[in-house]
């Protein structure tokens, strides 16, 4: 089969021209000026990030409004890099997890619990990594600076993913087992295509999670550590600690910005485009748009590069790669029984090394009664993380049905939604501190919503992309019959978009553990305020460098999220692939 569709590919035109002249048109010249913009962009951010180390002592971060535009533009480059990472690990991890059932033993835990480790705790431990191994050079800083993003960003991608390449429609899956296709094939005519527009609103989602942390990804203090690099997340720390309310606010306007030109010039036309890849059988009658998209169609030159990229897409598909041939006959099933307790023996086993060794390293400087006293923060941190994201399913998912099944408001409401996400808990942190202050608040209730700010909005991006992926003829049907609003919520909408608020309530929650490490610190100039949790007992720690007491914490926090993932979301998961999968 993949022979036949690589000679037939070789028989197609490469550009499909004929006699047609390849002069630009106006809208080639708009799309060459955006392109050569992006790149000037990128070659300048390469330039400063090869700058010697000492030139973070020499110049450092100041809060003089001129240097805002190129403060941005280091931020940005680093947000896309981490995305670009991200995106790499998503379609590695995901799709061995969603492949392999030894490997997914190993991946879901270890994405339940990296997702739960906070960003000051890989900093406390790479850091000093990265910085040594680039020692003569910004570069060691940019690296620690990016990965601490690129842990705010993968989790969630590769959640989404894994889902839905589980939730492939089992027609389709037929369909392509019918026609012999190889996995690779299958893996880019059928599944990464069908799980497109659940991953393009994810990785809009991390790229504002990536925000939430920018202060502590920027402006980084390890113990005796202190590393300021130039940016908005550096920024924003410089003019919290100096009360500067006008900086503040200076930052928070640049940031709109930001987040609107690379909404209009990248996601949205990436929206518009991935429509094509909804599973539907009736075609909608209001469809994503996009100007950025609709200059790159009517460009001449544009249309017929494209053409010849697709055309390269389409010959790697079809690659006879000799691990991509389909199996010719499984293992019987005592065989394949035997060989998944062999492996689970041997995660167990490297699980219990790993786990020995941590007990070694603690308890030479703590006791017992410092690991109950860990446990009962994060008995804290639980309870808070349950109430906050039971109240924010109860707001935002009629709200994101509401807008995931109407175009155009998805259309005006992404910008703004992608803003809100965005936007980092510590610039509330002043309004918090001094409302906490003069109305005499106890921090331990008040401070807690600044640990959903962040998180609340995976939830509303991915009922959002259920909504929009849900198919028409079945909305049709359901209107049809005439479906009391009961039950139409009932047995036509939550089933469908399950799966999708399933991977965003699990993201939201192992979010939301990772965001009490800034949420339960606020601080406003010489004013600090603590919430009683586990995130406050390891921002103490990190800040004393008491790597004992981080790495507890983290045990602690990490085997709280994996233990709701298993009695929780892991039946939810289960659930939505058995009885809620489109078929």
């Known amino acids: 089969m993949a022979r036949r569709d690589l000679e037939k590919v070789g028989r197609t035109p490469l550009l499909g021209l004929g006699g047609v002249e390849l002069r630009p048109n106006v809208y080639d010249l708009a799309i060459f000026v955006l392109i050569a913009a ?49 995106l790499v690990f998503t379609f590695i991890v995901a799709t061995l997890a969603a492949k392999s059932r030894k490997a997914e033993l190993v991946i879901v835990p270890a994405l339940d619990i990296l997702q739960s480790v906070p960003v000051l705790g890989f900093l406390t431990f790479t850091v000093v990594f990265f910085l040594r191994l680039f020692p003569q050079s910004e570069l060691g800083a940019e690296c620690a600076a990016v990965f601490a993003i690129f842990t705010s960003q993968a989790w969630n991608m590769a959640f989404s993913f894994y889902q839905s390449l589980r939730t492939v429609p089992a027609d389709l899956d037929e369909v392509s087992r019918h026609f012999q296709l190889s996995p690779w094939l299958k893996f880019w005519r059928l599944e990464a295509p069908f799980a497109a ?33 130039p ?27 930001v987040i609107l030109a690379y909404d209009q010039l990248l996601f949205r036309p990436i929206v518009a485009w991935a429509d094509k890849f909804r599973f539907e059988q009736t075609a909608a009658q209001q469809r994503p748009r996009s100007w950025v998209y609709d200059l790159w169609r009517r460009g001449r030159l544009v249309r017929r590069l494209t053409l010849a990229t697709a055309w390269a897409g389409r010959a790697i598909s079809v690659l006879p790669l000799g691990f991509a041939r389909p199996a010719r006959q499984a293992a019987t099933p005592r065989a394949g029984r035997a060989s998944d307790v062999v492996w689970r023996v ?45 109240i924010a399913s109860a707001i935002w998912v009629p709200i994101g049905v509401w807008i995931g099944l109407r175009p155009w408001a998805a259309t005006r409401v992404q910008p703004l939604a992608q803003f809100l996400a965005a936007f980092p808990a510590n610039v509330l942190f002043p309004i918090a501190v001094v409302l906490i202050v003069s109305l005499r608040l106890d921090p331990d209730i008040w401070l807690s919503p600044l640990m959903v700010l962040g998180t609340q909005w995976y939830i509303l991006f991915n009922v959002i992309a259920g909504a929009s992926a849900f198919p028409t003829d079945l909305r049709e049907a359901s209107t049809l019959f005439r479906l009391r ?99």
């Open 38 to 86: 992006a790149f000037v962009a990128m070659a300048h951010g390469a330039r400063e990030i090869a700058a010697p180390a000492t030139g973070l002592v020499a110049e450092p971060v100041t809060l003089d409004p001129a240097n805002l535009p190129e403060y941005a533009l280091r931020t940005t480059l680093r947000m896309f890099a981490a995305i670009a990472a991200s």
């Open 197 to 229: 527009p659940g991953l393009i609103w994810n990785t809009m989602m991390s790229m504002s999670g990536g925000w939430f942390f920018v202060v502590a990804s920027e402006a980084i203090t390890v113990g005796d550590t202190t590393v300021k690099l």
């Open 231 to 257: 940016g908005i997340g550096s920024w924003l720390a410089v003019a919290i600690a100096d009360r500067n309310i006008a900086a503040v606010v200076q930052a928070v306007l640049t940031m709109a910005i």
């Open 346 to 390: 041997a995660v167990l086993a490297v699980a219990a090394y790993a786990l020995w060794r941590i007990v070694l390293f603690t308890r030479a400087a703590l006791g017992w009664s410092d690991l109950w006293t860990a446990i009962e923060m994060g008995l804290l941190t639980l309870l808070r993380v349950a109430v906050l994201i039971t």
């Open 485 to 583: 609003t009961w039950q139409w919520w009932r047995k036509v909408i939550v089933p469908g978009i399950l799966p999708y608020y399933v991977t965003g309530a699990l993201t939201a929650s192992g979010g939301s553990w990772n965001a009490s490490i800034v949420a339960e610190v606020a601080s406003w100039g010489d004013t600090k305020l603590k919430a009683v949790g586990l995130g406050s007992y390891i921002a103490d720690a990190t800040e004393a460098a008491d790597y004992p007491r981080v790495v507890l914490g983290i045990v602690v926090m990490s085997v709280m999220v994996v233990v709701c993932n298993r009695l929780i979301w892991r039946p939810l998961y289960r659930l939505a692939e058995r009885r809620f999968r489109l078929a």
